[in-house]
């Protein structure tokens, strides 16, 4: 793979946030140089003949969890196994989480984070920092990270005991960050009254998977995007809201944002596609949807999709946070069986790094939802200009990283978990028809996925160091 080949994606529609046409890309020293129609080189170049092809910019995920240890539990996908996933679903950057801690700072977080990356990540990525402890130093640490180290973005979970962060830490982050370019990202939900609301349930001996659904109510959600979102005007800081699941929190962004409090949010294919009608049954299968914020109603469904489409959200991740259903599937310990007698101990998180782009393709853009143009700016464009990475990432402009998905919006395929690049041994989506394909992917100009075949290679991905958030 030599970076200064020269590489000619021929008769490709291209498609961008804002535009659509047939054109040639022309790619050098893995950057997009030109853009023009009957670009010739000599025969000896690659050349790719994409007619009748999409061209999108690469799937940029800004919410992923690869080798996360959370409690005794690690996410089944490492660098090398989820990456190559990702690439496989059209997404070339991911925004993973490093965890910084009372033992680890913030520095040390970030160096382990790239060492368990550098050398096995496929495809480019970089990391928010979760900041689980704020005393004075973490804080001056914060400065120092934005400034010297390119993270600029950092999540803070309002949820779990183990990491929870108090409000007065989140506003004393808060005005650090806003001060500096920075961002904070938010798990809204209430906490301790979930964890309450748990503990009276397995009391209870209500202990089967479904029971995560019904202890974690929407208006718990809800609560705690209103209460960050004080925060944030309060401190004239912006926040970008994780995983909004629920018509009830969604609301609260809605009328925040109308009132021009800086305020972005996310949500997930998931919460597009399920609802809390899996958790009625007993069987422990139900474990695979074990997430947090948990499925919400079937009639949300419809108003996320919709607030997608008039821009109340901005962004579609993946969250991605994969355990296994068997215990010791392809070695891996400590995972969803973990919970076989008591959902509180069933690790939280499901699958998605894979599917991103075809699910919300089939469900959102040949549904007649989406256009292709808002389908690129939620699943490439806008995640790359909130999280400092645009126009680096995120489009197909000339000067950009050559990060390009060939996308046959014609072909069938089905989905499921045998033939599928991921480690976790189930898909939420197993058996799901989709129109539409992604046949070759582009990293930086290199050709890294090919058809069916992964063709990259697991130290050509690179820690992005990112700039000023927000440029939206
Ligand atoms: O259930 C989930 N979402 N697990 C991953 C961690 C998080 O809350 O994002
Ligand atoms: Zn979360
Ligand atoms: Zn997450």
New binding site residues.
Partial sequence: MSNSSITLIKNSRIITDKSDFVSDILIQNEKIISIEKGINVEENFNVHNAEGLLALPGGVDC?T?LE?K?GQSI?CDTFDTGTRAAAFGGTTTIIDFAFQNKSRSAQQAIEYSIGLAENKAGIDYSFHLVLSHIDQQSLIDLKNVINNLGISSF?M?M??PAIMANDAAIYQSLKVTGENGGLICI?AENGPVIDQIVKENIKKGLTSPGHHGFSRPAIMEAEATNRVIKLSELTNAPIYI??VSCKESLYEVIAARKKKIKVYAET?PHYLFFDDSVYKSDDFDVAKY????PLRKKEDQEILWQALVKDDLQVIST?H?PYTMKEGHLGKTNQKPLGLNDFSKI????PGIETRLPVIFEGGVNKGILSLNRFVELVSTTPAKIFGLFPQKGTIAVGSDADIVLFDPKEKNTISASNHQSNVDYSLYEGMEINGKVKKVFLRGSLIVDKDQWVGSYNYGKFLKRGETCKV
């Fill in positions: 919410h969890h996360n959370f996410t999540k979970f949820a779990y798990h994780v995983h997930c074990v997430i947090s914020p969250d946070c690790p939280n998180g499901a």
